[in-house]
């Protein structure tokens, strides 16, 4: 039987097993996000965990040269080698892409912070994938796998039943956000903040407001709610965010 101490050397049958499990590991995180349409998939997730592989067996593998072929320059040049480097980059490297696919709509609500984290926790398995802890990136990628895609079921559940409700509403002048407001007082609901947007649709100037509200035990569903919301004539769009 194949001892688990030759994979974690550099040699090309553990590099192949490690970029197979990149490639498993990555694909099946990027898959969750794409069955619900996220910008990073299979393909983002993947790259990311076999570039974060590649790299951090680059540095094992400078660090296993400089003390066998490589150490005679080595030793007159007389440069000191810190493998660990090459994980810090890949972190910081991931940050970029992270930064880039967290957006903040026209609502005022940011989307993608999963979608960056999840891009960040794919690189860092990758980088143990690289160093040969394979125990770790197991138990990292279960761990992952389960938050991604069952989760939000557990979330959405949660987000239905709060008490709390932050809705967007858009409605044709700010003369209007008074009856909203009084219309919201009939379906038993406190407001506890509005933010006012100014915003632009079909180039036409409309209101849009944030309603952060609180509901009481007798208020209704949050999709009654919004039902009973956009049927008011001087409403627009009503969307929960």
Known sequence: MLELGTLREINLLSLGVRLLLGILFGGFLGMSRNIKQRPAGIRTYMLVCIGAILTMTLGQYEYAMVHTLWKDSYQNLGVGLDV????????????FLGAGSIILSGTNKIKGMTTAAGLWASGCMGIALGAGFYEGA??????????????????????????NMNVYVEFRSIKSLKHVIELTKT????IYEVDVINNFNDQRAFMGANFYMQLDKSARKHSDILMAL?????ICNVEEI
């Open 138 to 163: 197991i138990i990292g990628f279960t761990i992952l796998f389960v938050c991604l895609l069952f989760l939000p079921v557990i979330e959405d559940s949660m987000f239905l039943r709060s008490k």
């Open 230 to 234: 956009s049927e008011f004539d001087e």
């Open 187 to 190: 379906l038993n609901i406190s």
């Open 84 to 95: 660990s480097r090459y994980g810090a980059q890949v972190i910081n490297g991931i940050g």
